[in-house]
């Protein structure tokens, strides 16, 4: 292995660093902005009872925790986001598990940087987190991983947790609007509901299509080999190409991107800038992720689409 400079470490940090925007992040962007927008209306006016949201629904690896890190990345200049601040109009946190009322609501009370003492039952958690909704004046509340407020539930159980959202987006104190993301069974939860499902914006991060999605695929690698300032094989231009690396990542978009940052930082760590991408880049991406044979490796195999890619996968701890 070649000396590991600062270029390429700034390189590849670079690489991890970009956001490739998809339609449906427009989708989610323009979404936000009309509630943003409705909102400080509402408040101008002084009429402010009820707020609506989002609901980002996708597949582990899809990308929708980091569609909603960029959206506020994005959207620094247009809501106080700092939660060191007394005003903080936007927070995020991930669903505990248990995802029962009580559990929820404390983890949101720690959220929004309140000392939660451990001894109230759910309704007056909840209670207590609107008052700092209202104190903090967040008009945005993200909860990520959201289709576990569904598992392991009692019905009985479920519907207190949905009449919760519900008062956190309807009540005349000081309305919040929910972002819920989650994978697909989030939408069973939102669909249990018809007062909650009109009141939630629905954004899905769809799956790759082997078919359709080959050019746009083999684009979005390019511009990342230009981005690396490195060549690439002409094999890693090939349609064969896009749809083993769509295989690889169960066709998910999210997963796409992060095996071709893998592939050119194994590059480029390897051989500096004087590498050139190759198919065998990404196969070796693949087994440092799975530690997968040949024959189980979409990248080598023959016959790649009878693997099961997720079999072996492991993302970030998530369940896969
Ligand atoms: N639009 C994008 N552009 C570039 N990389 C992305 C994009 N969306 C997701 N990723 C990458 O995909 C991986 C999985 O994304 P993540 O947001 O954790 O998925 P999810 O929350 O849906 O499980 C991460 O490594 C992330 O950096
Ligand atoms: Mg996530």
Redesign the pocket.
Known sequence: MTEINNETRKTVQDLRS???P?PS?RKLEADFHKLLEQRRADMADGIVNKAEGIVLV?Q????????IRELIRKNKSLLQTDSTQDICEFFSLQVPSPATMKFVGAATLRALGYPYSGDKQGPAIWDQVKVQLKLRQTCFLHLDEAQDLARYQTDKERQSVVNTLKSVMENSLWPTGLILSGMPDLKKIVNQDPQLARRLYPVEIGRLHAVRDVEPVLDIVQKYVARAKVKAQSCVRKESFAKRLMHAADYE???M??ITVQALSKALFNEGFEAELQLRHFADVFFDRSAAIDALNPFVAEDFTRIDPRQIFEF?G?DA
């Open positions: 970009v956001y490739v998809t992040y996708g582990s690896g899809s990308g929708k925790t980091t569609a978009f999210g997963l991107t992060e970030d998530e």
